[in-house]
């Protein structure tokens, strides 16, 4: 049987005043297209140049991953805030650190 993976991630601008929260198949590639996106104002991450991975979450099931998305980007900032100090206390930009496939 084929593992499926999906991960919930929040990415942050270098001033960490702006989260960007999103689901996908692929963290090392999607952080990139982030990246790439940089300054673009058709894209709010792009727009707010959030590029910098500060929390991610693996799923196994796509449903629950987009439900898990849709529950966090209705929290208060400050809940989203908690969610990631408890993953990164420290708030480092994780980038160079998901694998590439």
Same mark, same amino acid.
């Given at each position: 049987?084929?593992?499926?993976?999906?991960?919930?991630?929040?990415?942050?601008?270098?001033?960490?005043?702006?989260?960007?929260?999103?689901?996908?198949n692929?963290?090392?590639?999607?952080?990139?297209?982030h990246?790439e996106?940089?300054?673009?104002?058709?894209?709010? =991450?792009?727009?707010?140049?959030?590029?910098?991975?500060?929390?991610?979450?693996?799923?196994?099931?796509?449903?629950? =991953?987009?439900?898990?998305?849709?529950?966090?980007?209705?929290?208060r900032?400050e809940?989203?805030?908690?969610?990631?100090?408890?993953?990164?206390?420290?708030?480092?930009?994780?980038?160079?650190?998901?694998?590439?496939?």
């Open positions: 049987m084929r593992q499926h993976n999906y991960f919930v991630y929040i990415v942050t601008n270098s001033t960490k005043s702006t989260l960007y929260i999103g689901v996908t692929d963290l090392s590639i999607r952080i990139k297209q990246y996106n940089r300054g673009l104002p058709e894209t709010f =991450a792009g727009r707010y140049h959030c590029y910098y991975l500060v929390f991610w979450e693996h799923h196994t099931n796509i449903n629950f =991953a987009i439900e898990r998305e849709k529950e966090i980007k209705k929290w900032r809940k989203k805030d908690n969610l990631i100090t408890q993953f990164n206390s420290e708030w480092r930009f994780l980038n160079d650190d998901i694998q590439e496939d």
